[in-house]
């Protein structure tokens, strides 16, 4: 596992042990339900989690069901959410998600002022936040975002290889 860690006191680090297990908890309940939609889409799951840690939004991969181009799990969490918050900003928040975003949701999760990404697998192909390329360091992004990748790594890469495995035997 890779994580991320800013500099800090042991208190702080204590701290960020216990958030790393709540959020180890919140990947486990993601990937289920990655499962359940990995039926009918790519199993990808986002929730969003407010600055006292309660879900405020959920979404899974939607694309084929709403014939939407922008149906990304991590755009559906964050509508959900604003529309709990009232609000665009998100600089107090947390979006988890089994896979690295994607250029086009990196980019929300910059226009949004998320607070904190925290992602499992490695996107090499697709990802927009180091995985291929990282656009939370680019200069274009005027948001600065806390990013912890690898989250249950193995865990959640393994459900994804199992999804596109299965997608090539059956063309
Ligand atoms: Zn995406």
């Given at each position: 596992?890779?994580?991320i860690f800013e500099n800090g006191n042991s208190n702080r680090n204590?701290?960020?042990?216990?958030?790393?297990?709540?959020?180890?908890?919140?990947?486990?309940?993601?990937?289920?339900?990655?499962?359940?939609?990995?039926?009918?889409?790519?199993?990808?799951?986002?929730?969003?989690?407010?600055?006292?840690?309660?879900?405020?939004?959920?979404?899974?991969?939607?694309?084929?069901?709403n014939k939407d181009p922008l149906g990304h799990a991590e755009i559906?969490?964050?509508?959900?959410?604003?529309?709990?918050?009232?609000?665009?900003r998100f600089n107090e928040c947390t979006i988890i998600t089994n896979?690295?975003?994607?250029?086009?949701?990196?980019?929300?999760?910059?226009?949004?002022?998320?607070?904190?990404?925290?992602?499992?697998?490695?996107?090499?192909?697709?990802?927009?936040?180091?995985?291929?390329?990282?656009?939370?360091?680019?200069?274009?992004?005027?948001?600065?975002?806390?990013?912890?990748?690898?989250?249950?790594?193995?865990?959640?890469?393994?459900?994804?290889?199992?999804?596109?495995?299965?997608?090539?035997?059956?063309?």
């Amino acid at each position: 596992m890779r994580y991320i860690f800013e500099n800090g006191n042991s208190n702080r680090n204590q701290q960020k042990k216990l958030n790393n297990s709540n959020f180890s908890k919140w990947m486990i309940s993601i990937l289920r339900r990655s499962k359940e939609i990995g039926k009918v889409e790519i199993p990808i799951c986002s929730i969003i989690l407010d600055e006292r840690g309660r879900c405020i939004g959920r979404g899974v991969n939607r694309r084929n069901i709403n014939k939407d181009p922008l149906g990304h799990a991590e755009i559906i969490a964050l509508r959900q959410a604003s529309l709990i918050k009232n609000d665009w900003r998100f600089n107090e928040c947390t979006i988890i998600t089994n896979l690295e975003p994607c250029t086009m949701c990196a980019s929300a999760l910059i226009q949004a002022r998320m607070g904190k990404v925290i992602f499992g697998a490695y996107d090499k192909k697709r990802g927009g936040l180091g995985g291929s390329i990282d656009l939370s360091k680019h200069e274009s992004a005027h948001h600065k975002m806390e990013i912890i990748g690898g989250l249950l790594e193995e865990e959640c890469s393994q459900i994804l290889q199992i999804w596109f495995k299965k997608l090539r035997t059956q063309k």
